[in-house]
Nanobody, 127 residues
Framework: QVQLVESGGGLVQPGGSLRLSCAVSRRTFSRLAMGWFRQASGKEREFVAAISRSGSSTTYTDSVKGRFTISRDNAKNTVYLQMNSLEVEDTAVYYC????????????????????WGQGTLVTVSS
């Protein structure tokens, strides 16, 4: 069973930056497209960003384009989310999960998490 462990969250002022990490306990990590998701209090979990197996392709939800960058290190079984120019509206618990392969990104449901969710990491943007 895949274990997902997110870290790197914290309290940051508007305009600040954070880098989230997600360690994935799966030998076939390099065969997985990965995504970041977030859930704000009282709201449904939403897709944030995804990266292909090799890291050559990425996609983002409109609200974070130009501010967030997803990356991965297949040698370390880890996916990252660099978050810059943070806004109060980015406050949420952030999760990672595997998603469907890049070839399916144009299809409905492509960005649903495929494995059991981890505990997430809380990001609070506040002055």
């Amino acid at each position: 069973q895949v274990q997902l462990v997110e870290s790197g969250g914290g309290l940051v002022q508007p305009g600040g930056s954070l880098r989230l990490s997600c360690a994935v306990s799966r030998r076939t990590f390099s065969r997985l497209a990965m995504g970041w998701f977030r859930q704000a209090s009282g709201k449904e979990r939403e897709f944030v960003a995804a990266i292909s197996r090799s890291g050559s392709s990425t996609t983002y939800t409109d609200s974070v384009k130009g501010r967030f960058t997803i990356s991965r290190d297949n040698a370390k079984n880890t996916v990252y989310l660099q978050m810059n120019s943070l806004e109060v509206e980015d406050t949420a618990v952030y999760y990672c999960n595997s998603v469907r392969d890049f070839s399916m990104w144009s299809r409905a449901g492509a960005f649903n998490g495929l494995d059991a969710w981890g505990q997430g990491t809380l990001v609070t943007v506040s002055s």
